[in-house]
């Protein structure tokens, strides 16, 4: 294993242990008696999920090297500074990453795997990792592609997915963030409140909301 793998491995683990000690001083709701078996049963789905990956021919990080080291993509070809490339980079990320999410909510066989995700109805911190396997292929493929055409650096690569995966199991969690608080992160941040929202089972409020970073 890389010294890259170690490192997100363990942003990984500490953000999750993190925000699951701060869900159980500070919970929103009160956590359903014998909740911990769904918990389990998501960080399962978890290691399945990595193992899928592992046979996957290329991850984004890989593809983000070919890029680099092959010239390829719009960020190797136009002459931007580092900071502003990786910013822009991130955001388009995050962009495609919206529209991916609208698109397994609107087509059915897509919605289909996405549903998986929803059916924890009580969220959590490990809600944001409950995942079906081919919805993790799927949105690997997307990532890989996009990063390809974009030609994003892999430094840029490691930063947007330690990102992506920490905000998602933050806007996942079960904390109660202060009202006074609450106001202002919710400006500029999906929080856990914001977030629940989109896993309502009023199906207006699910077709909404469809962002893992801002508003």
Do not use: C
Not at 34 to 49: A, C, P, T
Not at 136 to 154: C, T
Not at 170 to 190: A, G, Q, R, T
């Amino acid at each position: 294993m890389d010294n890259i793998s170690i490192i997100r491995g363990i942003l990984f683990v500490g953000f999750l242990v993190l925000f699951g000690i701060i869900q159980w001083m500070r919970p929103s709701r009160k956590p359903e008696k014998g909740r911990w078996k769904f918990m389990l049963s998501n960080l399962v789905l978890v290691l399945i999920n990595n193992i899928a990956i592992m046979f996957m021919p290329l991850i984004p990080y890989g593809m983000a090297t070919i890029g680099a080291d092959n010239n390829l993509g719009l960020f190797n070809i136009i002459a931007l500074p580092s900071v502003i490339e990786i910013i822009s980079a991130i955001i388009l990320l995050d962009v495609i990453i919206y529209f991916q999410h609208r698109l397994f909510h609107k087509v059915n066989w897509l919605w289909r795997l996405h549903r998986m995700h929803h059916t924890d109805s009580l969220l959590d911190t490990t809600t944001g990792l409950r995942f079906h396997p081919l919805e993790i292929l799927i949105s690997n493929f997307i990532k890989v592609f996009s990063i390809l055409v974009l030609g994003v650096s892999p430094m840029a690569v490691i930063l947007f997915e330690i990102i992506l995966n920490t905000l998602a199991m933050f806007n996942h969690s079960n904390i109660k963030i202060p009202d006074s608080l609450e106001k202002i992160m919710s400006k500029v941040l999906i929080t856990p409140a914001l977030h629940t929202i989109h896993h309502s089972i009023i199906k207006k409020e699910t077709q909404s909301n469809f962002g893992f970073s801002v508003p």
